[in-house]
Structures are given as C-alpha cells and as structure tokens.
C-alpha cells in the first residue's frame, strides 16, 4: 500500500526532470532607459538598416487648420432676378448702332446694362436693377432715345410695381373726373408729384393711381396720402399683381405656368402633331 505522499512527489521529481532535459529559451535583451530609443536594423538586414530612420525625442504641438475667408458660394445664393426692357426701332430702315445705345445707356443716363440683346424689331437691355429700367423709361431717356431712333417700351411687371389700386374713395369724390383727382392729390401731398390717377368704369369706389417710380409706390403703400381733405390709410391701397401668362399659338390656350414655354415654341414651328401636343 503505497502513500498520498510518496505518489505527489514522484511525479513532481519527474516533471522536474522532463523539464530539466529541455532546451533553454531564448531570453530577450533588456533595453536601457537612459539611452535614447532608435531603431535598430535586423543584423541579417543590410536593406533595412539602409532605409532606417531614427525616432524623433518630441512631437510638434498640435496646430489647428487656418479656416478660409472666401465664403461659401452655392448656386442658391448666387441667383439674381434679371429685368429685359424693349428698345423698339421707330423706322426700320434707319438702323440703330450698338455703340450709340451704349452710349446714350452708359453716358448720358448714367443706366449701365449687362446685355444687349438685337431683335427684328430693334433691341433688348437687359439688367439686374429695378432703378436701371425706371431711369430707361424716363422723359429725358426717351428724348435721349428717339434722337437715335428708339422708343424704349417698359415691361409690364415694372409697370406694375408702380400702379396702385385705392378702394373705398369717399362718396363725395366719386364723381370728379380723373384729372380733378391727380390735382387733389398733388396739392395736398407735396411727395407726390406726377402722378396719373384712372378711373375704372362702373367701379366708382375705386381708382387707380400711376406713380412716377417704384419708390414712390412703396411709400404711398406705407404711409397712405391725403384725397384734398381726406386720408387714404396704408390699408385701402393695394399694388397691382403682374402674372406672366403664356398662350399656345396652336390651340390659343392660355396657361399661367412658365413651365410651358418651351412647348409653346414647339408648337409655334408647327413640327408636332395633334396626337403629340399637350400642355404640362
């Protein structure tokens, strides 16, 4: 019978002999901290040790970006609205020049365009400033004008933005003539010269006024104005709504959309059939 004891320590004696019969490890060699780390090349790496960099002590503190001052431009902010005034020949067989458009545009009414586009009927200038076309469409541009046989033609949604609806005039008013009105008007707001005031038929409560400029119009719509010994409030003037409406030349249609303008050039070339013509 043998003993716990006895069995335990045989087999520890023959662990310790197995062990002992191995071959020792290899040992790593314990690097020195006071020495500065680089990299050392492989010994059997003549490759290596050529190409080898040494390993920098400190790293550079950290600098942010320099941000750029050039703003961000996108095809949204960048759009602008563009205004096309009608410069229309007077006699067609006289010819107007470019150059003396330009110089009348640019010289004389102090109104520089961008564009100048030439048409059957004379030319079209195009700008980007509201002011431009008012100034285009003064008394002194269209004697400036026709001098050089042109008659300029202000758009319609210019136009617009200075004619103002009055409703609600008061009844002892109603029935002076359009002239009489411009002269109540004049005489009592001293801003507001030049105007032209129409009448509307079977409409008595209402009238339209005509101001000289845009910037006149805004203020008539801030303000309001006096009708000889009545005020006109902010309230009862309205500014004309302009809505560009398009019409087919096949099928004389009418249609309020933009969006159509290009079938409505093919329709007008006669090149599409009945089967094939529609409207968006």
Same mark, same amino acid.
Do not use: F, H, N, V
């Given at each position: 019978m043998s003993h716990p004891d006895r069995g335990g320590a045989a087999s520890e004696?023959?662990?310790s002999s197995s062990r002992s019969s191995r071959a020792p490890l290899p040992t790593l060699p314990q690097s020195?901290?006071?020495k500065p780390l680089t990299s050392s090349p492989a010994p059997n790496s003549s490759? !290596?040790?050529?190409h080898a960099l040494p390993v920098p002590k400190s790293f550079p503190p950290f600098v942010p970006?320099? !941000?750029s001052s050039i703003p961000n431009i996108t095809p949204s902010n960048t759009k602008r609205t563009t205004y096309r005034i009608q410069l229309k020949t007077?006699?067609?067989n006289k010819p107007t020049d470019r150059e003396d458009i330009l110089e009348v545009t640019f010289c004389i009414l102090d109104a520089p365009i961008f564009r100048l586009t030439k048409t059957r009927t004379g030319y079209y200038a195009v700008t980007d400033d509201a002011t431009i076309i008012e100034k285009l469409t003064s008394n002194e541009a269209t004697e400036a004008f026709e001098k050089i046989n042109l008659i300029p033609i202000e758009p319609?949604?210019?136009?617009a933005k200075r004619t103002i609806y009055v409703r609600q005039i008061d009844p002892?008013?109603?029935k002076d003539s359009a002239r009489l009105l411009a002269g109540f008007i004049t005489i009592a707001n001293e801003w507001l010269k030049g105007i032209e005031v129409i009448k509307i038929k079977d409409y008595i409560h209402i009238m339209k006024i005509m101001t000289p400029n845009i910037k006149t119009a805004e203020r008539v719509l801030r303000e309001g104005f006096y009708l000889s010994r009545t005020k006109i409030s902010p309230q009862q003037c309205e500014l004309q709504k302009y809505m560009h409406i398009q019409i087919c030349y096949?099928?004389?249609k009418f249609e309020e959309n933009s969006r159509n303008t290009v079938l409505f050039r093919m329709c007008i070339t006669g090149t599409y059939v009945s089967t094939m013509h529609k409207h968006l």
């Open positions: 004696r023959a662990g020195d901290s006071s490759l !290596q040790s050529r970006p320099i !941000q007077i006699d067609l319609p949604d210019i136009r002892g008013k109603r096949k099928c004389y």
